[in-house]
T-cell receptor
Framework: AQSVTQLGSHVSVSEGALVLLRCNYS??????LFWYVQYPNQGLQLLLK??????LVKGINGFEAEFKKSETSFHLTKPSAHMSDAAEYFC???????????????FGKGTHLIIQP | DGGITQSPKYLFRKEGQNVTLSCEQN?????MYWYRQDPGQGLRLIYY???????QKGDIAEGYSVSREKKESFPLTVTSAQKNPTAFYLC??????????FGSGTRLTVV
């Protein structure tokens, strides 16, 4: 069975500082990994995804994540935080592929990112 | 533009009532999913469907029912058996190698 652990339900950084959101996963097969962002009362927007190609994945809005198999991690980073980055972030894993997977996505509990001026 | 439409955006239910949440997609995606979101709990899978006229229970299916009579539609009924239905409900669809697309959600409140 697959699972996702996001360390830190709340992360606070200053505007302009490095953003680091942690995600560890467990999977019985090579996983597909995703990061999503959610703004209040809205759906999920895909930031980036890992599909067994390059281990360093670049996404939208300046975010990137690195897949580390030895650490079973897929941490999300952004060099310089902006006020508009304040939102809820979810890491997710799929064992069924990047889409159309049999069982859908398994999500972490989310990390609320707070940006301090 | 293609996408997923969830309606209504806000829904209020009285105790003992069944309510149905709508989810429609025009992306020609084969698979569709319903997730429930509670604060601090992430998203939990309720039901999913890979093809028309077939669906599977997810992790928290008790008190919910679905149908998949058309490829484009995957409505979710919250029955009176669901004891704590107040939550944010998200519908998603997917197709192999095309990733997942999410709707904008329905917030259900019991009054």
């Amino acid at each position: 069975a697959q699972s996702v652990t996001q360390l830190g339900s709340h992360v606070s950084v200053s505007e302009g500082a490095l953003v680091l959101l942690r995600c560890n996963y467990s999977s019985s097969v090579p996983p597909y990994l995703f990061w999503y962002v959610q703004y209040p009362n809205q759906g999920l927007q895909l930031l980036l995804k890992y599909t067994s190609a390059a281990t360093l994945v670049k996404g939208i809005n300046g975010f990137e994540a690195e897949f580390k198999k030895s650490e079973t991690s897929f941490h999300l980073t952004k060099p310089s935080a902006h006020m508009s980055d304040a939102a809820e972030y979810f890491c997710a894993v799929s064992e069924g592929g990047s889409g159309g997977g049999a069982d859908g996505l398994t999500f972490g509990k989310g990390t609320h990112l707070i940006i301090q001026p | 533009d293609g996408g997923i439409t969830q309606s209504p955006k806000y829904l209020f239910r009285k105790e003992g009532q069944n309510v149905t949440l709508s989810c429609e997609q025009n992306l020609n995606h084969d698979a569709m999913y319903w997730y429930r979101q509670d604060p601090g709990q992430g998203l939990r899978l309720i039901y999913y469907s890979q093809i028309v006229n077939d669906f599977q229970k997810g992790d928290i299916a008790e008190g919910y029912s679905v149908s998949r009579e058309k490829k484009e539609s995957f409505p979710l009924t919250v029955t009176s058996a669901q004891k704590n239905p107040t939550a944010f409900y998200l519908c998603a669809s997917s197709r192999a190698n095309y990733g997942y697309t999410f709707g904008s959600g329905t917030r259900l409140t019991v009054v």
